[in-house]
């Protein structure tokens, strides 16, 4: 089975620009999870969404939006970018959103803003 | 609050030697413990984890981890460590179903792990 992917790899925006990210999860996955990684505060927690669904938000400002299609592909969208908002973006996927499932997780986005 | 300690920012070790990768947590009920390794420019690959039962779960790569709810801990191990085991380990819990943050890892801030030949 492919893994989860993301695209793009790697992204260069300047401040006040929004961008848009990809996840594309394992097949059959439906429940796909998005992080933040940054050398400070670790990995976080952005968001969840199963069938379509955000079921859970972590502690990040309304800039930070997501969602998940029918095929149980996933964007997340960060508007008005700020310098901070530079880092690697997660993106993982489970079977289901049971907390005993395992996430595996695509090779990440890295974001710079300018 | 809900988290999960890593009190080793580093661990050195030498091939061949045995390795213990330190995971302490705090929440509330009975948690699901994660072990994820990261190496560099990729995603994080998941290695093992304890749902219930036996303390000691096998994982990949000969990888190890006990879990001990006196002490809150869920340290991970490895008899014979390998160069190739250098890189940066999470280890990571999820709430119970029922929580609000069922769906939610919880990361602990990283171990990055030396193993010099």
């Known amino acids: 089975k492919a893994g989860v992917t993301q695209t793009p790899r790697y992204l260069i925006k300047t401040r006040g620009q929004q961008v848009t990210l990809s996840c594309s999860p394992i097949?059959?996955?439906?429940?796909v999870s998005w992080y933040q990684q940054t050398p400070g505060q670790g990995l976080q927690f952005l968001f969840e969404?199963?069938?379509?669904?955000?079921?859970n938000k972590g502690n990040f400002p309304g800039r930070f939006s997501g969602r998940q299609f029918s095929n149980s592909r996933s964007e997340m969208n960060v508007s008005t970018l700020e310098l901070g908002d530079s880092a690697l973006y997660l993106c993982a996927s489970s079977l289901d959103g049971g907390p005993t499932y395992e996430q595996y997780f695509g090779p990440g986005t890295r974001l710079t803003v300018t | 609050a809900q988290s999960v300690a890593q009190p080793e920012d580093q661990v050195n070790v030498a091939e061949g030697n045995p390795l213990t990768v330190k995971c302490t947590y705090s929440?509330?009920?009975?948690?699901?413990l994660f072990w994820y390794v990261q190496y560099p420019n990729r995603g994080l690959q998941f290695l093992l984890k304890?749902?219930?039962?036996?303390?000691l779960v096998k994982g990949s790569y000969g990888f190890e981890a006990e879990f001990n709810k006196s002490q809150t801990s869920f340290h991970l191990k490895k008899p014979s460590a390998l160069v190739s085991d250098s890189a940066l380990y999470f280890c990571?819990?999820?709430?119970?179903?029922?929580?609000?943050?069922?769906?939610?890892?919880?990361f602990g801030q990283g171990t990055t792990l030396q193993v010099k030949p």
């Open positions: 097949s059959g996955h439906r429940s």
């Open positions: 304890y749902i219930t039962g036996d303390n």
């Open positions: 969404y199963f069938s379509e669904t955000q079921r």
């Open positions: 929440v509330s009920g009975n948690p699901y």
């Open positions: 990571a819990v999820r709430l119970p179903s029922g929580s609000s943050n069922t769906g939610k890892l919880i």
